[in-house]
C-alpha cells in the first residue's frame, strides 16, 4: 500500500558528491519520520541519518558534517545529498519510512535500495 522508490545512486570518485532521493506513494495519510539506512557487502544495515516531520535530523556520526538529509512533505520525498564521499560510503542506500495510511492503520516501509560506489 506505501511505495518508496530510491533513485540518484550511482559511480563516484572519492571526494564527490551525489544527492539521493526517495519518493512515497500509495493510500498515505501522513507521512511521519523517514530515514535513510546503508548495506555493505558482509556487513549489518546500519542508520546513515533520519528527519522527522518537523525538520528534526540525526545522523550517524560517519555521516555528521558530509551528508546532507531534507525532505519536502508535499512532494512526499525524502533526500540525502553526500558530499565529500569516501570508499567506505560503498553501499546499497534504503530509504524508510513510517506514518499512517488513509485507512488510520500505521505503516513502516522500505525502498528497495539504490547502489552507491565510490571509487577511483
Known amino acids: 500500500q506505501v511505495q518508496l522508490v530510491e533513485s540518484g545512486g550511482g559511480l563516484v570518485q572519492p571526494g564527490g558528491s551525489l544527492r539521493l532521493s526517495c519518493a512515497a506513494s500509495?493510500?498515505?495519510?501522513?507521512?511521519?519520520?523517514m530515514g535513510w539506512y546503508r548495506q555493505a557487502p558482509g556487513r549489518q544495515r546500519e542508520l546513515v541519518a533520519t528527519?522527522?516531520?518537523?525538520?528534526?535530523?540525526n545522523y550517524a556520526s560517519s555521516a555528521r558534517g558530509r551528508f546532507t538529509i531534507s525532505r519536502d512533505n508535499a512532494k512526499k520525498t525524502v533526500y540525502l545529498e553526500m558530499n565529500s564521499l569516501k570508499p567506505e560510503d560503498t553501499a546499497v542506500y534504503y530509504c524508510?519510512?513510517?506514518?499512517?495510511?488513509?485507512?488510520?492503520?500505521?505503516?513502516?516501509?522500505w525502498g528497495q535500495g539504490t547502489q552507491v560506489t565510490v571509487s577511483s
Open positions: 524508510a519510512s513510517d506514518g499512517v495510511l488513509l485507512t488510520g492503520r500505521s505503516f513502516s516501509s
Open positions: 528527519i522527522s516531520r518537523g525538520s528534526s535530523t
Open positions: 500509495g493510500s498515505i495519510f501522513l507521512l511521519n519520520g
